[in-house]
C-alpha cells in the first residue's frame, strides 16, 4: 500500500519566473496544477504584467528605478532593478533547498535580473536550477546577441543550466496549430523540465531518490540538456525514451553525458520491464561510468501512454568539441551501457503515484531536418553548449 507522503518534509523547492516569459511559465504550471509541494514567485519590472501572473508570490523589481513601467527590453535596467529589490527577493529565498529560475533570454527583466536572483540562491546555499529560452530566428540578431550575452552572465551563477531553443520548437508542433496552442506547448516544455526533477524529490513512493542524490549530480552541473519524448504502443518504452534523447530540442547529442536524471510516467500498466527497457536505452547513449537517477510515475489519466523527460549533464566540453570535429557517428541506443569493468552504469530509482494529474500538452517530435541558419543570426563565437530557448512576452 503506498501512503501519500507529508510533502512539509520534504525538499524546499521554489520556482521563479522572471520577465515576461518567466511570469507566463509560471502562470501555466500553477493554472495546470502541474506540480506538488513546490512555491512559485513571479518576478516582474513591469507593474502591470505582474497582475496577471497567476504566482501564489509576486515582487516588483526596481519600483524606484522604473515605476513600474518595464525594463524597455534593457537588460541593463533589468539588473539594477534587480541590484535594489535584492533584500525582497533573498528573503523569499531563504531556508530554501533547491530553486528553479525560469526566463526569456533576450529581453530586459529576464536577462539582467536572472543572474542576480541566481547568485543570491546560490549565496544562501540553495540548489541553483535556470531553464531558459532563445529567441526565434525571426526576432533578430540583436536580440540573439543579447540572449548570448544573458546566457554567459547566468552560466556562472548557477549550477545547472538548461537552454531551450525558440526556433526548435517549429520543428515539434503542427503547422495548424494556434499561436495561443503554440504558446502553450512551450510552457509545457518548460515545465515539464521543471517537474521532472522536482517530481524525483517532492512525490517519493515505494523506492525514494534522496535530494543528496539529485544535488550530486547537479551542483556546478553548468550547461545541460533536455530532452522530452512519448511513446504509444507495443514498444512505447523504448520509443519515448529513443525520443527524448534524440528530441528536436537538443541541438547537440547527449553523448559523453555523465550525470543523467530521467522521468518516466505512464499509466496503472506501467511494467518494470518497460522501465528497465527505457533506463537501457538511455545508459546506450551516455558516457559508460554515468551516474544516472530516474523517477517512475504513475499518472492514473495515462491511457497507453509514456512520457519521459531526461535531463542530461556533466560534459566534456574539450572532448566533446574534437568528436564533432571528427564526425564521429552517434552510439546506436540498443546496447546496455556498462562500466570499464564489465559493470553496468549506476542507477537510482524512485517510484511514484499520481492520482487524476493535470494533462499537459505534449511535445510529439517530427522528423528531424537539417537545420540551416543565416550567419547574421547567430554571434560569431555562439557556444554550442549553452542551448537556450523559448515563450514569448519577454521583457
Known sequence: ???????????????????????????SMVVGNQMNGVDFLGVNCDAQALLTCQAQTKIQIGENLTRGLGAGGNPDVGRQAAEESKEKIKEYLRDTDMVFLTCGEGGGTGTGGAPIIAELAKELGALT??????????EGTRRMVTAEEGIMMLKDKVDTLIVIPNQ?????????????????????????????????????????????????????AGSSLMGIGTGVGENRAA?????????????????????????ITGGTDLTMAEVDEAAKQIAAAVDPDANIIFGATIDESLVDQIKITVIATGFDETKRRLRELSGRPAPTMGAYATTGA???????????????????????PQAKPTATFP????????DEFDIPAFLRQRS
Open 1 to 27: 500500500m503506498l501512503i501519500k507522503p507529508d510533502i512539509a518534509r520534504f525538499a524546499k523547492i521554489k520556482v521563479v519566473g522572471i520577465g515576461g516569459s518567466g511570469c507566463n511559465a509560471i502562470s
Open 129 to 138: 536550477v535556470a531553464v531558459v529560452t532563445k529567441p526565434f530566428h525571426f
Open 168 to 220: 526548435r520548437l517549429l520543428e515539434v508542433i503542427d503547422k495548424k496549430m494556434t499561436l495561443l496552442e503554440a504558446f502553450r506547448v512551450a510552457d509545457s516544455v518548460l515545465s515539464q523540465g521543471v517537474q521532472g526533477i522536482s517530481d524525483l524529490i517532492t512525490m517519493p513512493g515505494l523506492i525514494n531518490v534522496d535530494f543528496a542524490d539529485v544535488r550530486s549530480i547537479m551542483t556546478n
Open 239 to 263: 520509443t519515448a525514451a529513443r525520443t527524448a534523447i534524440a528530441s528536436p530540442l537538443l541541438e547537440i547529442s547527449i553523448e559523453g553525458a555523465k550525470g543523467v536524471l530521467f522521468n
Open 342 to 364: 564489465g559493470h553496468p552504469a549506476t542507477f537510482t530509482r524512485s517510484t511514484t503515484v499520481v492520482s487524476d494529474a493535470a494533462q499537459t500538452p505534449t511535445v510529439q
Open 375 to 382: 550567419a547574421d543570426d547567430l554571434p560569431p563565437e555562439e
